[in-house]
């Protein structure tokens, strides 16, 4: 990347999150008036850790990931792989192949994040549990370990033979609803739960209570959450959040804690399967 196409990505990313800043400070205020402000004091050393572990993700970890996505995608391709899809979303038109990717995406991700909860990629998926102060940025809390495992998502969609405009628009549409179900609201969405996530759902995933933790984990659609047995939303969600590894403070100690795991002494996993008694 050229330093022009740099400065102007940074550019882009102060903007979009100082935009996303704004709008769930407004909504925080509406929601909870001047505990907000409290609320938002309580997170400050949570953020700035966001805000670092954001800076190194998207600068350096992200691009490589894009990368290594795009190589195995042509790799793929070059053994004579026929996208099985891609006639058919041509034939379907651009509305019904924008849903049906975002759909599925949402699909392939769920499974992801439950391969995250396993024995073995917990460590790295830990780190993104480990906020204590859930708020939308916290959505960006995330170690390169577990960023890798987004790769899946975008090589799954790309075998399916989605066109890059729908599997960029599925990318998108789950960034910013991811935002929104990891800010601080006591939402449950009422009827609409039934079929999406909603703040006080994905909060109870993020909770430090393992059996709690081990549910609810698609980004939009609950309906899969539902149909695999891992919905949990009795309501907002008021218990501790994080995980109950210890870790060194600050950003160093992020993302030095997966090799810490691996190597030393493990985590505690949370699994998909646990039960909420």
Known sequence: MTLPAFAKDAFDQAIDLG???????????????AKAWSDA????????????????????????????????????HALGWDAPGAALWASLGGPATAVIAIF??????????????????????????????????SLMR??????LGTMLDLVGLSLLGFPIWAVALAVMVRHYYGAFIHADLPWTLGRLNWVFN??????????????????????????????????????????????EATMAPGALGQYLYPLQAWFGPRARPVESQQKVA
């Open 19 to 33: 935009l996303m800043a704004i709008f769930f400070a407004a909504l925080a205020l509406l929601v909870k008036g």
């Open 104 to 137: 599925l995406a949402d699909f392939l991700g769920y499974w992801r994040h439950r391969l995250q909860h396993t024995s073995l990629l917990w460590p790295g998926h830990a780190v993104h549990h480990s906020d204590t102060q859930l708020t939308w940025f």
């Open 198 to 243: 909603a703040p006080a759902m994905h909060r109870w995933h993020h909770a430090r209570d393992e059996k709690i933790s081990g549910k609810n984990f698609a980004t939009v659609f609950s309906v899969f959450d539902r149909a695999f047995g891992t919905f949990y939303c009795p309501g907002p969600c008021n218990v501790p959040l994080g995980v």
């Open 142 to 147: 995330m170690h390169p370990v577990d960023r």
């Open 41 to 76: 004091r309580a997170a400050a050393e949570e953020t700035r850790i966001n805000g670092i572990l954001f800076v190194v993700d998207h600068f350096l970890v992200a691009p490589v990931i894009v990368l290594i996505a795009g190589a195995i995608g042509q790799a793929i």
